[in-house]
């Protein structure tokens, strides 16, 4: 009977351990603004507030228009893999870039 609980714990823990979502899946809200300008690996996306230089990446998840399909003047959603590096103006890399208009 013991040895049947602990086969059970070990599973259980197995199951949990390879359900749980990995710490690269998470996504922060980035800014929602206007492209002005576009480069190979980047964007540069400014709104009222913020200037963010957007990097994305093979892993970054395009909705709307596919990578190389955004131009300047689009207007785009984004949200970031980690916080933004503090500068101007701001750096981050992109986990979604979704094109709204």
């Given amino acids: ?3 049947l609980l602990g086969v059970l714990s070990a599973f259980s823990l197995l199951f949990i351990i390879g359900c749980s979502t990995e710490e690269n899946d998470i ?3 980035g800014i929602k603004g206007e492209i002005v ?3 190979d690996n980047s964007l540069l996306i400014k709104n009222e507030d913020h200037r963010v230089n957007l990097k ?3 892993d970054t998840v395009f909705i709307g228009k596919k990578n190389g399909e955004l131009l300047v003047g689009d207007v785009v959603k984004t ?3 980690s916080e933004p590096l503090d500068s101007n103006p701001m750096q981050a890399i992109a986990s979604k870039i979704e094109f709204i208009e």
């Fill in 56 to 58: 994305h990446t093979s």
């Fill in 79 to 81: 949200w970031y893999d």
């Fill in 37 to 39: 300008a576009v480069k």
């Fill in 1 to 3: 009977m013991r040895l």
């Fill in 27 to 29: 996504s922060l809200d």
